[in-house]
């Protein structure tokens, strides 16, 4: 099983990312992805969700309108699609799939919004 992040870099605040996370190893269409994002001492936080069949979405309130999430299940992957980024959008994304008992996780990728 393998969760491959990429994408991320180093944008001026009101600048645009798209992440993308590559799957493979398991069913993809069959898991909810989550984007999920961490801040130097800070807790992870949950920024988006989608449903295996792409149907239905969730955004926390920090990124509603800013943020949105797709996935391309003939592609095996999983969107980010960040505008108008601001300084505190810092972290490291990280995405998770999970269906059943299973919960995978990729490795993360480091997204920076300079002032």
């Known amino acids: 099983v393998q969760l491959v992040e990429s994408g991320g870099g180093l944008v001026q605040a009101g600048g645009s990312l798209r992440l993308s996370c590559a799957a493979s190893?398991?069913?993809?269409?069959?898991?909810?992805m989550i984007w999920y994002r961490q801040a130097p001492g800070k807790e992870r936080e949950l920024v988006a969700t989608i449903t295996n069949t792409g149907r239905s979405t969730y955004y926390a309130d920090s990124v509603k309108g800013r943020f949105t999430i797709s996935r391309n299940n003939a592609k095996n992957t999983v969107y980010l699609q960040m505008n108008s980024l601001k300084p505190e959008d810092t972290a490291v994304y990280y995405c998770?799939?999970?269906?059943?008992?299973?919960?995978?996780w990729g490795q993360g990728t480091q997204v920076t919004v300079s002032s």
């Open positions: 190893g398991f069913t993809f269409s069959s898991f909810a």
């Open positions: 998770n799939a999970r269906g059943g008992k299973y919960d995978y």
